[in-house]
Structure formats: structure tokens, C-alpha cells
């Protein structure tokens, strides 16, 4: 895939709004500083991308869980 410097923004057509459920998230990735949106892009385990905004409850407490885990190890 190629990867264009605006192909990691994101647009508000691609944002949901809806809580993902945490075992279907593969990985996420913070926007670039360059783009108009603060938001974070979802993989989901099917290759689906998302658009979430940074400041939604239900990622901070997945973020939150997350790094919890992965820094006990």
C-alpha cells in the first residue's frame, strides 16, 4: 500500500461514533501533526479502518487499558 503524507488523516465521513467493542481493534495510530483533525485511525482485526476522535470516553479508557497492559510485562 502506498502511504501518501494525507492518507493518515482523517476526514469526517470517516469518523465513528459508536463505541468499538476493544477485541475487534487490531491496532490504531494517532493522526499526523499536519492534519486539520486530531483523531486516532482504527485497523479493525478485518482491515476496516475507522476515524475516532481523540477526546471520545470509550478510547481513553481502551487507551488507558491498553497501556496498563503492555507496560506490565
Not at 15 to 22: G, L, N, S, T, Y
Not at 29 to 45: D, I
Amino acid at each position: 500500500s502506498v502511504r501518501s503524507p494525507y492518507g493518515a488523516c482523517c476526514y469526517k465521513e470517516m469518523f465513528v461514533r459508536q463505541k468499538i467493542p476493544a477485541f475487534l481493534i487490531r491496532s490504531y495510530q494517532k493522526t499526523p501533526s499536519h492534519c486539520s483533525r486530531k483523531a486516532v485511525r482504527v485497523e479493525l482485526l478485518k482491515g476496516k479502518k475507522f476515524c475516532v476522535d481523540w477526546e471520545e470516553g470509550w478510547f481513553q479508557q481502551y487507551q488507558r487499558q491498553k497501556e496498563s497492559t503492555s507496560t506490565s510485562t
